[in-house]
């Protein structure tokens, strides 16, 4: 085998790309690295940019943008955690306390759902009752 | 010929339940396809990076993250509750609610506090009305998972136990088994479990960049969130399995159901027309 390492780029909703690759540019935080086969091993998040695989058997390179997510690199094998939401800190932060805020809301809504529920569970009765008197009515046909 | 009429129309409603409950059940079943596959789909990213937080874990690290470190005295649990939207799926919901609503009282027996994560209307509604303490919820997912719209939710969990406020993290989901068989699970998130982890080969430590507090940070979100999004996947495969099911008993018992009172009416025929002929023959032998 020639001097190749195998790459799988994964994000959580689907598998991107695998393969043999020749030499791997990716957008590192701290900047660009680049990885050759039998690299140390090595993990680093990625910031949103191109990764460059250059493949074993193939002249041109494959380019894959990514949005964020973790490099990790042994030396057989390289894996790229790609994000598929977009990240960031405060990002983050907001879409918690927009969850947060929505429960709190729901709290405080919570008669108008209990309503809602209560006039279900009627229905749900009501219906059961009807299918019961269907069957003592067929029962004495 | 009384009451023919009446059952003729309830034949006719019936038949019409039963082409809703046939279409329900085929939309399930071209749904389920594709939720399997979405479940399968999000398989190699959970493996990948339960590999790597597994050589983490183990790794020569200096930093321990608090997601990996067991606390002693366990005062407040957080629970996160997978349901799904829309009803219509068999025991579905029944199971996983019930299942929690009893891990509940015997945490509440024992003296702990439990904060709720609802994902998916159902459960959320009855937590409500269980007087829960709802935290987050999800509601509206579609059938189509996005870690986009779990990541708030997750993180009012993660973040109320890095800060101390619970000491553990349970998640409750239908877990897929096959097309015919789901089971209600209750997994504990967090802490992480080493055994679920596995042992590296080997002891060596990376090279971490920037530096090994913020990838680690970072790892142990994106695993925890991993666990979510693929229980997620799962009660939704499930979900729609499960109205499959559903779906197609009630179309069969709408046809048991039709054929049933076909016979009541076509009795009800044949006796209103013997009826008619002893009324002429009775008729005819008292003019001759």
């Known amino acids: 085998m020639a001097n190749t390492v195998h790459i799988d780029v994964v994000s959580a909703e689907a598998s991107i790309f695998s393969g043999e690759a020749e030499f791997v540019v990716a957008p590192a935080v701290a900047g660009e690295v680049g990885i050759y086969p039998n690299h140390a091993p090595m993990i680093t998040s990625i910031k949103p940019g191109a990764l460059r695989i250059q493949l074993a058997d193939a002249a041109e390179e494959v380019v894959i943008f990514i949005s964020s997510g973790l490099l990790e690199v042994q030396p057989g094998m390289i894996t790229v955690l790609a994000d598929t939401a977009i990240r960031g800190h405060d990002l983050d932060e907001a879409k918690a306390k927009a969850a947060k805020e929505a429960a709190m809301e729901a709290m405080k809504n919570r008669t108008s759902d209990m309503d809602y529920a209560k006039a279900q569970a009627e229905l749900s009765e009501a219906m059961a009752q009807i299918q019961a008197i269907e069957r003592l009515r067929k029962k004495t046909h | ?288």
């Open chain 2, 1 to 288: 010929m009384a009451g023919s009429k009446e059952i003729r129309t309830k034949i006719k409603s019936v038949e019409n339940t039963r082409k809703i409950t046939k279409a329900m059940e085929m939309v399930a079943a071209s749904k389920m396809r594709k939720a399997q596959d979405r479940m399968r789909a999000s398989r190699p990213y959970a493996e990948k990076i339960r590999n790597v937080a597994a050589h983490l874990s183990f790794a020569n690290s200096e930093y321990k993250h608090p997601f990996l470190i067991k606390r002693d005295v366990v005062k407040n649990v957080g629970l996160i509750v997978l349901s799904s939207d829309k009803g219509l799926c068999g025991g579905l919901n029944t199971n996983v609610l019930r299942m929690s609503i009893n891990q509940m009282k015997t945490w509440e027996t024992e003296g702990k506090k439990i904060a709720v994560t609802a994902i998916g209307n159902k459960g959320f509604s009855f937590m409500n009305r269980m007087s829960a303490d709802v935290k987050s919820h999800v509601i509206g997912l579609g059938d189509v998972p996005h870690m986009e719209t779990l990541i708030g939710a997750i993180k009012v969990m993660l973040d109320a136990y890095t800060s101390g406020e619970i000491d553990q993290v349970y998640i409750c989901y239908t877990k897929f088994i096959n097309t015919m068989k789901q089971e209600p699970t209750m997994e504990m998130l967090l802490p992480l479990s080493g055994e679920k982890l596995g042992s590296p080969n080997g002891s060596w430590d990376y090279i971490y960049e920037p530096d090994a507090v913020l990838v680690i940070d970072q790892l142990m979100t994106r695993y925890t969130e991993s666990l979510v999004y693929n229980a997620v996947a799962e009660n939704m495969a499930s979900e729609q399995s499960s109205r499959m099911v559903a779906m197609k008993s009630a179309s069969d018992n709408a046809k048991e159901v039709i054929a049933d009172l076909k016979l009541v009416y076509n009795k009800a025929r044949q006796a209103a027309i013997t009826k008619e002929i002893s009324e002429i023959v009775g008729g005819a032998a008292a003019v001759s």
